[in-house]
């Protein structure tokens, strides 16, 4: 498949951090609607008190992961 570098989404790298307490993945394409993350917001520029919408783990508690 060959990659547009037009295309949004595969030419932003988007990247994913999992949980290491509860498995919750944050995706920066989506976003965390549930604290009024806005689609596309890179996992730098999450606010520092961002915290697990699912079980309340600071960042410090995440790595980052493999797209699937």
């Known amino acids: 498949m060959q990659v547009s570098a037009t295309d949004p989404v595969t ?20 976003g965390d609607p549930t604290a009024d993350v806005a689609p596309g917001t890179r996992w730098e520029n999450l606010p520092d008190g961002w915290l697990c919408p ?10 980052e992961v493999g797209n699937p």
């Open 11 to 30: 030419a932003a790298g988007y990247r994913r951090f999992m949980c290491l307490i509860c498995g919750y993945v944050y995706d920066e394409e989506n």
């Open 54 to 63: 699912e079980c309340g783990a600071p960042k410090s508690d995440f790595e």
